[in-house]
């Protein structure tokens, strides 16, 4: 298990923007050399946790829960067949593209050390915006990503540490239930009654999926 790259964004204007300045950096690259990964800070000030990777709409993206994007690459090659076009690394915006990890499987605070130093863990899935739909081009994408529920993965950082391309990736905690990113993306988009069982990963889960997932399980079960 491995990263093949750690890929940056610059930011680039865009007509699928939600930014107010009409910016996204979605747009990645692979990075030639190593690159800092730390904590960003809160959602609506941090952006991304990797140095030199541009974040422009700070709402919806980036921050403590959403530092760091991975997509397995065996994944953009299912989608390459399925869209027949050719999708290099970062294709899908995401910041390290991986070879040999189950991404979207993986499990809700499973930790990968990667090389000598970082440790991330997973927190969501990754819900398609129209930023996404527009920089691939393709008609009718976030249902079709909704669909596949091929996720991805965000993370966040538990111990910061220097990464570069060819780094070897090791899944050094998973936890005892079985509450996956594409397990999470499905209960908060597609099957709502999934929510409840995401309890089960406690805090490990993106705050935002914690409080949504109390919230219908309240409601399903109101104290009487």
Same mark, same amino acid.
């Given at each position: 298990?491995?990263?093949? @790259?750690?890929?940056? $964004? ?23 050399? %190593? ?8 959602? +609506?000030? $941090? ?15 980036? +921050? ?24 290099? *690394? ?13 991404? @979207?499987?993986?499990? =809700? ?36 990503? /909704?669909?596949? $529920?091929?996720? +991805? ?6 111990? %910061?540490?220097? =990464?570069?391309? $060819? ?12 509450? /996956? ?6 209960? /908060? ?12 990963? +406690? ?17 399903? *079960?109101?104290?009487?």
């Amino acid at each position: 298990m491995k990263v093949l @790259s750690v890929n940056l $964004g610059r930011p680039t204007p865009s007509a699928h923007s939600d930014a107010a300045d009409g910016l996204t950096g979605i747009g990645k690259q692979p990075s030639a050399g %190593p690159v800092p990964v730390a904590d960003p800070g809160p959602k +609506g000030s $941090g952006g991304s946790g990797l140095t030199g990777d541009a974040v422009c709409d700070l709402r919806h993206h980036g +921050g403590t829960d959403q530092a760091v994007y991975a997509y397995a690459r065996e994944e953009l090659d299912a989608w390459e067949k399925e869209l027949g076009r050719p999708l290099p *690394n970062g294709a899908f915006g995401e910041n390290l593209t991986t070879l040999g990890l189950t991404v @979207s499987r993986a499990r =809700i605070g499973e930790r990968w050390r990667i090389g000598d130093e970082l440790v991330l863990e997973v927190t969501s899935g990754r819900i398609p915006c129209r930023t996404f739909a527009g920089h691939l081009g393709e008609r009718g994408w976030v249902k079709r990503f /909704t669909r596949e $529920g091929a996720t +991805g993965a965000y993370l966040r950082v538990i111990e %910061p540490g220097t =990464i570069r391309s $060819g780094d070897p990736v090791e899944v050094v905690h998973v936890p005892d239930h079985d509450i /996956t990113a594409a397990m999470e993306f499905r209960a /908060t988009t597609t099957e709502r009654e999934l929510l409840p069982r995401l309890l089960e990963a +406690g805090d490990a889960l993106h705050p935002e999926t914690l409080r949504a997932a109390r919230a219908y399980a309240a409601q399903r *079960n109101p104290v009487s």
